[in-house]
């Protein structure tokens, strides 16, 4: 982006048909971009961005639980931090790319440096007052479910989250004796999880894969404990699904669909938050749905004829169209019969706009015999 930006302003300063005050603006800016402390600023300013951007993707992120925000916080606050005192990938680049003539004097570089550690103390200010993560129950949280962190041998920490734990069931205490928790075992049950994980993932590549979906389904016996996991994952880490849930409402809820109902407006919305991506969903239970309601076009095969005692009207239910009627010359004059109806002129025409190539004489003379003698 610097050199198409560079060239685009040299073209701006030396071109013959640009007014003179946009050429001195771009001599200007050109001026600024040339010099070294440009540079490097602003491959500083991409460390820390793709930083905070790893960071904005791991918080809209749908599986992202209060344990991986916190430590996705943790983390992101602990590298913004290092870029105080230490020069991040994108900066080492901009000082290999320098040669003597462009490279910095050592007093440019301690100013760099001053306003960088300047720069890193707003943002962590910022990031610390937008994402607090000082609070003793996140980090108790973090504690139990974020199961990376856990130590791999934990063979003289045996207590270990127990404490956490203590604080987590007391603070939640009255919500979960309304679930019918006995929550004097849940610390008892969370010791004998803690050995299974360790058996069960014993290194790092497997502490990577497990999920407290499988460590509770192995041990169904721990139920005092899985209610207050459920508990802790169910609580939303960010007011992202808020935000997404917004904007999916302003999309389907439009101007043109003023008459959208309330019911069917919480279908779309479900459908468009809950269900899953359209490569990942089977059709097959919602088409059985749809077919055990009602029969579905009955003038249609496999379904036959309709069984009606009222042969010269149509149903609405039945949602039935002209098409319906085009096996034969019979079901085509009784379309026509049924034209003389203000109420299916909307069909006989959609009708005859289909057959206009093929049929359109034999039609309107069928038409106009059968409409004079009504």
């Known amino acids: 982006m610097y050199k198409p930006l560079v060239l685009h302003l040299q073209q701006l300063k030396n071109g013959t048909t640009i007014q003179k005050l946009a050429k001195q603006n771009a001599a200007a800016i050109l001026k600024l971009l040339d010099t070294s402390k440009f540079v490097l600023y602003a491959h500083f300013l991409l460390d820390c961005l793709n930083v905070l951007s790893e960071l904005s993707l791991i918080l809209q992120s749908r599986g992202t639980d209060i344990s991986v925000a916190f430590n996705a916080v943790d983390a992101a606050i602990v590298m913004l931090r290092k870029y ?88 939640h205490r009255t919500v979960l004796e309304v679930a019918s928790v006995q929550t004097e075992n849940v610390v008892e049950e969370w010791t004998t999880i803690k050995p299974y994980v360790q058996k069960r993932y014993s290194d790092e590549h497997g502490r990577q894969k497990a999920t407290w979906a499988d460590i509770l389904a192995a041990n169904p016996r721990n139920k005092n404990f899985a209610a207050v996991v459920n508990l802790l994952l169910s609580l939303p880490s960010t007011s992202v699904e808020c935000e997404r ?51 579905r076009r009955p003038f249609v095969k496999p379904y036959g004829p309709h069984l009606s005692t009222k042969p010269d009207t149509v149903e609405d239910d039945d949602e039935q169209t002209a098409e319906d009627y085009v096996d034969d010359d019979d079901a085509l004059i009784h379309i026509i019969e049924l034209s003389v109806q203000p109420n299916m002129f909307i069909m006989i025409l959609q009708y005859l706009i289909k057959l206009l190539n093929s049929k359109i004489s034999s039609v309107l003379t069928l038409y106009s015999s059968v409409y004079s003698s009504v």
Request: with cysteine.
């Open 84 to 171: 105080k005192t230490r020069d991040g990938p994108k900066l080492k680049d901009a000082y290999k790319m320098m040669d003597e003539t462009t490279a910095p004097t050592a007093a440019e570089i301690e100013v760099f440096k001053s306003a960088k550690a300047k720069h890193v103390d707003v943002l962590l200010s910022e990031l610390e007052r937008r994402l607090p993560i000082n609070g003793n129950m996140l980090q108790n949280i973090s504690l139990i479910l974020y199961i990376k962190s856990w130590p791999l041998d934990l063979k003289g920490e045996e207590d270990y989250g127990d404490c956490a734990l203590d604080d987590i069931v007391a603070h």
């Open 245 to 295: 849930g917004f904007s999916q409402m302003k999309r389907i809820k439009s101007d043109w669909r003023s008459r959208l109902t309330g019911s069917n407006l919480n279908a779309l919305m479900r459908i468009s938050l809950d269900s899953p991506a359209v490569g990942a969903f089977d059709p097959s239970n919602a088409v059985a749905l749809w077919e055990a309601e009602r029969r």
